[in-house]
T-cell receptor, first 111, second 116 residues
Framework: GQQLNQSPQSMFIQEGEDVSMNCTSS?????WLWYKQDPGEGPVLLIA?????ELTSNGRLTAQFGITRKDSFLNISASIPSDVGIYFC???????????FGDGTTLTVKP | GAVVSQHPSWVICKSGTSVKIECRSL??????MFWYRQFPKQSLMLMAT?????????EQGVEKDKFLINHASLTLSTLTVTSAHPEDSSFYIC????????????FGPGTRLTVT
């Protein structure tokens, strides 16, 4: 089946620093999505990307849909303590009608 | 908008009993709902895709007779873990997709199941 490689697995940063994480796949996806999960909660949709090359922002978050449709990255600028959590990328395949999730990036922000 | 609830948020049951988990879309109609299982510090593992009024589609390796899914209405799907065993202990999360936007999933808060 389709697999996503998400990196890094974890990050420890100081408050105020910028963060970058990415996902790559051997398969093409029609849509890329980024979610954040807080402990004991369900994931929350952050950004959805629909077209190859698309660059979309949501506040301090910026994500891009790779030109090859096989990768995506998420940047967080000027991190704050509430950015702590697990960030998941997901690729949606229209034919399959479902998303494939990456293994997550655990972000820790030190005040 | 796009709020999904789950009930219960946590449950403890004894081995051999069955547990039902409800997933509701509160402010939209969901033609498709998904059920995931998540182990500590791991990603979301899709168990099955549930479409309103039809049988669920289970992922490879997921026992459909053990994890019964019913999607009786456009706002409610249920997962019943039958004859639960300790290895079924996990965090179960549902998600729902609005019509015509099936690539966007809105997740419930999850249900922590502990089987003793």
């Amino acid at each position: 089946g389709q697999q996503l490689n998400q990196s890094p697995q974890s990050m420890f940063i100081q408050e105020g620093e910028d963060v970058s994480m990415n996902c790559t796949s051997s398969s093409i996806f029609n849509t890329w999505l980024w979610y954040k999960q807080d402990p004991g909660e369900g994931p929350v949709l952050l950004i959805a990307l629909y077209k190859a090359g698309e660059l979309t922002s949501n506040g301090r978050l910026t994500a891009q849909f790779g030109i090859t449709r096989k990768d995506s990255f998420l940047n967080i600028s000027a991190s704050i303590p509430s950015d702590v959590g697990i960030y998941f990328c997901a690729g949606y395949n229209t034919n399959a009608g479902k998303s494939t999730f990456g293994d997550g990036t655990t972000l820790t922000v030190k005040p | 908008g796009a709020v999904v609830s789950q009930h219960p948020s946590w449950v403890i049951c004894k081995s051999g009993t069955s547990v039902k988990i409800e997933c509701r879309s509160l402010d939209f109609q969901a033609t498709t709902m998904f059920w995931y299982r998540q182990f500590p510090k791991q990603s979301l593992m899709l168990m099955a895709t549930s479409n309103e009024g039809s049988k669920a589609t289970y992922e490879q390796g997921v026992e459909k007779d053990k994890f019964l899914i019913n999607h009786a209405s456009l706002t409610l799907s249920t997962l019943t873990v039958t004859s639960a065993h300790p290895e079924d202990s996990s965090f179960y999360i549902c998600s729902a997709s609005p019509p015509r936007v099936s690539y966007e999933q809105y997740f419930g808060p999850g249900t922590r199941l502990t089987v003793t």
